[in-house]
């Protein structure tokens, strides 16, 4: 059974500091990945996905991330975080043959420090 | 394209009774598919839907249906409210399913009181 699970449900940076948020997974077949950023009362916006091909994917936002098979992460990061940057982070698995069901970790809270 | 649509925002219902909540897809979008985000329990899935039939199920109690309409709008529905359905509803949708992206509606903020 596919499951994801993300590092540290809060993360703290500095403004300008490098923003990186942990995600690993557990799946049987290739996995097809994302990370959704969520900001306060609203929906889920799409920030990158990994399906098959380059194993680095750059997102919207500066955000980028990288699938290691060997591993089994894919590790969300950005140079030099923002202030408008602060939000929660969702790592996602696809169930393949399951149809449009995503499995997401418990999420990671972003803060961004003046 | 307009984005993915929900209705309506916010709702406040009393412990017992039952609740309809709509979802207009992204056009051209023939998959939608419904979550329940709660502090405690994330992000669950709890059905798709896709060219008006039900393709997938996650582990929610029957009280917890839905449908899709020949013009892929969806609507869910939970019966007998309890205070625990209190929760943001996300529907999402995706051209086909599968293992292709979903793009997320604002959601609707559930209480049950």
């Known amino acids: 059974a596919q499951s994801v699970t993300q590092l540290g449900s809060h993360v703290s940076v500095s403004e300008g500091a490098l923003v990186l948020l942990r995600c690993n997974y557990s799946s049987s077949v290739p996995p097809y990945l994302f990370w959704y950023v969520q900001y306060p009362n609203q929906g889920l916006q799409l920030l990158l996905k990994?399906?098959?091909?380059?194993?680095l994917v750059k997102g919207i936002n500066g955000f980028e991330a990288e699938f290691k098979k060997s591993e089994t992460s894919f590790h969300l990061t950005k140079p030099s975080a923002h202030m408008s940057d602060a939000a929660e982070y969702f790592c996602a698995v696809s169930v393949y043959n399951q149809g449009g069901k995503l499995i997401f970790g418990q999420g990671t809270e972003l803060s961004v420090k003046p | 394209k307009a984005g993915v649509t929900q209705t309506p925002r916010y709702l406040i219902k009393t412990r017992g009774q039952q609740v309809t909540l709509s979802c207009s897809p992204i056009s051209g979008h023939r998959s939608v598919s419904w979550y329940q985000q709660t502090p405690g329990q994330g992000l669950q899935f709890l059905f798709e839907?896709?060219?008006?039939?039900?393709?997938n199920k996650g582990n929610f109690p029957g009280r917890f249906s839905g449908r899709q309409f020949s013009n892929s709008r969806s609507e869910m529905n939970v019966s007998t409210l309890e205070l625990g359905d209190s929760a943001l509803y996300l529907c999402a949708s995706s051209d086909t399913g599968g293992s292709y992206e979903q793009y997320f509606g604002p959601g609707t903020r559930l209480t049950v009181t």
């Open positions: 990994y399906t098959t091909g380059a194993t």
């Open positions: 839907y896709f060219s008006e039939t039900q393709r």
